[in-house]
T-cell receptor, first 110, second 118 residues
């Protein structure tokens, strides 16, 4: 069965304190790994797609990387506005089904 | 317009009520999705419509009935719900069925309908 596990569950950082979020996955035939950001009371917002081990994507203070077993979301010098839940997901079974991890709730304090 | 619009934002209903959730997008997307999300849990796929035809039903109880009147609209009809059905119901759309490499995994979500069943 395809599984996605994220750690830590919650992370509290001071503004400017860099860190990484982890997403471990077990899938039969990875078609892609995806990162989303979700603010409270809102739907998830797409951030990145990673297709193969070694691939990296960047957007502002966020950088996503992929290995054969896990993905990392690196946050460099975070700001309070980066506070959100970060979800990773994989395509499972058919192309139309995404399986989401339980997310990491990030809180960045000024 | 890159928005997916869901109405209502909040809904409280009794177990004998019938209600409908609505979702609309004008991005020309041909696939639309319903997800259910409980507090502090990940979104879980319920239904997928591709080119206005139901392509995935994740064994959802029949008290949830989806409908796709046209490529821009998606409804979820609710009847005889249980208190455990209380959750955030999210609608999403994508350019196609997430098959093309450039579109894979790229869902556009609405803000959801927060449903409470009493």
């Amino acid at each position: 069965e395809d599984q996605v596990t994220q750690s830590p569950e919650a992370l509290r950082l001071q503004e400017g304190e860099s860190s990484s979020l982890n997403c471990s996955y077990t899938v039969s035939g990875l078609r892609g790994l995806f990162w989303y950001r979700q603010d409270p009371g809102k739907g998830p917002e797409f951030l990145f797609t990673l297709y193969s081990a070694g691939e990296e994507k960047e957007k502002e203070r966020l950088k996503a990387t992929l290995t054969k077993k896990e993905s990392f979301l690196h946050i460099t010098a975070p700001k309070p506005e980066d506070s959100a839940t970060y979800l990773c997901a994989v395509q499972a079974g058919g192309f139309q089904k995404l399986v989401f991890g339980t997310g990491t709730r990030l809180l960045v304090s000024p | 317009d890159t928005e997916v619009t869901q109405t209502p934002k909040h809904l409280v209903m009794g177990m004998t009520n019938k209600k409908s959730l609505k979702c609309e997008q004008h991005m020309g997307h041909r696939a639309m999705y319903w997800y259910k999300q409980k507090a502090k849990k990940p979104p879980e796929l319920m239904f997928v419509y591709s080119y206005e035809k139901l392509s995935i039903n994740e064994s959802v109880p029949s008290r949830f009935s989806p409908e796709c009147p046209n490529s821009s609209l998606l409804n979820l009809h609710l009847h005889a719900l249980q208190p455990e059905d209380s959750a955030l119901y999210l609608c999403a759309s994508s350019q196609d069925g997430l098959r093309r490499e450039g579109n894979r995994g790229k869902l556009f979500f609405g803000s959801g309908t927060q449903l409470s069943v009493l």
